[in-house]
């Protein structure tokens, strides 16, 4: 059998690539973490029938998980996603 030289396996190696950018994905966003309204192209009206209201990242009453500032429920933006 062919012992193992250093401390890391290629097994923990793997699961480091995976498990640190999921606990990265699963942390909360800090305003710092959200894009600014130019970034995101926002706009105070809808994009035909898109509007932050219909969107799975609008938060009541006037929030975006994604966009900083006052965001609202007629606007539009880059990272709209549609409720299902």
């Avoid at 062919?2 to 942390?27: D, K």
């Avoid at 710092?32 to 970034?39: G, I």
Wanted: include cysteine.
């Amino acid at each position: 059998m062919v012992e193992q030289q250093g401390g890391c396996s290629r097994r923990r190696a793997v699961a480091a690539i995976f498990v640190i950018p999921a606990s990265l994905l699963l942390r909360p966003a800090s305003a710092s973490d959200k894009m600014t309204k130019p970034q995101a192209e926002y706009q105070d009206t809808p994009n035909g029938i898109y509007s932050c209201g219909a969107c799975t990242l609008f938060v009541e009453p006037d929030g975006c998980k994604v966009v900083e500032g006052a965001i609202s429920k007629d606007g539009w933006c880059k990272a709209f996603a549609a409720v299902d």
